[in-house]
């Protein structure tokens, strides 16, 4: 099963470079005053990864006012 792993690995590492080795035109984001210029592929990986954490935030953000929405009232005196 080792050898799967690393196999799977491999492959998600090859398609990553290839990846980047066909998308290395360059791209200028702009964002209120400022702007930056960097390779398409960088900017793909910087805008997934944001995503990724920005992602599980708001999910767990969700699962809090869940788990408060359905806490019980405390009893009233």
Same mark, same amino acid.
């Given at each position: 099963m080792r050898y799967v792993y690393i196999a799977l690995i491999l492959l998600i590492t090859l398609a990553v470079v290839a990846f980047k &080795?066909?998308? =290395?035109d360059a791209v200028t984001v702009s964002f209120l005053s400022s702007s =930056?210029?960097? *390779? =398409?592929? &960088?900017?793909? @990986?910087? &805008?997934? @990864?944001?995503?990724?954490? $920005?992602?599980g935030m708001v999910i767990s953000v969700i699962r809090g006012f869940l788990r408060?929405? $359905?806490? *019980?009232? *405390?009893p009233r005196q």
């Open positions: &080795v066909q998308n =290395i =930056i210029t960097l *390779p =398409i592929s &960088v900017l793909m @990986f910087a &805008v997934y @990864f944001l995503g990724m954490a $920005t992602g408060g929405a $359905t806490k *019980p009232l *405390p």
